[in-house]
């Protein structure tokens, strides 16, 4: 059972351009988180969804930073216009369906780096 | 409140040593707590986590103890080993989503 695939692994842009990060979740997994973590600190919270449905935007950024997961393919973060202190390293979390289930479970994560 | 206070911030251990790594939460309404371990250039992995209606959890090496009166929850890793050395992160979830604490970069020394 394959776990969370994130792709790319490594984003190099410069200043101005839009980065797309991807993630696809675990089999069987409906539930997607994305975290992003700044350099020696923890992951934060930055959106939570469900197939085709935004469920908790709180930790997303007002501007420039928006997210989905359609019906069919990866869940995708989108970055507009990304900026130095968007460098960071990103992180996709999947969960189960089932309420009773709290596990989320991390992908390697992308580690974006702007010039 | 929503934060998760983890320390110490690192530590070093002797190899069969015990690693203790401490945090404490202000929110009520957590209801998960999980400990991940994450080595660098690469995602945090689930480790080993707690129900608040439990006071303890061990598997193999890796113990939680959690106290809920206090807000407080505890990682210990008995039997240090140098393939230990990572950095361990705690966590507190409500409403699906995590908290992080800050981490605490663990070194064993062989």
């Known amino acids: 059972n394959a776990g969370v695939m994130q792709n790319p692994r490594h984003l190099v842009r410069r200043r101005g351009q839009e980065a797309r990060l991807r993630c696809s979740p675990m089999?069987?997994?409906?539930?997607v988180y994305w975290y992003r973590q700044l350099p020696e600190e923890g992951l934060k919270f930055m959106v939570y969804l469900q197939k085709e449905n935004i469920i908790d935007e709180s930790g997303m950024p007002k501007e420039r930073f928006s997210a989905e997961f359609p019906k069919e393919g990866p869940s995708i973060l989108r970055i507009q216009q990304v900026v130095r202190g968007d460098s960071a390293a990103y992180f996709c979390?999947?969960?189960?369906?089932?309420?009773?289930?709290?596990?989320?479970?991390f992908g390697p994560g992308t580690r974006l780096t702007v010039t | 409140q929503q934060q998760v206070k983890q320390s110490p911030q690192s530590l070093i251990v002797q190899k069969g040593g015990i690693s203790i790594i401490n945090c404490a939460y202000e929110?009520?309404?957590?209801?998960?707590f999980p400990w991940y371990q994450q080595f660098p250039g690469k995602g945090p992995a689930l480790l080993i986590a707690i129900r608040p209606d439990v006071s303890e959890k061990k598997e193999g090496r890796f113990t939680i103890s959690f106290n809920k009166s206090a807000k407080q929850f505890s990682l210990h890793i008995m039997d240090s080993q140098p393939g230990d050395s990572a950095t361990y992160f705690c966590a507190a979830q409500g409403a699906q989503k995590l908290v992080f604490g800050q981490g605490t970069r663990l070194t064993i020394n062989p």
């Open positions: 979390a999947s969960s189960p369906l089932s309420s009773t289930t709290y596990e989320q479970y």
């Open positions: 929110n009520t309404a957590f209801d998960y």
């Open positions: 089999k069987g997994h409906s539930h």
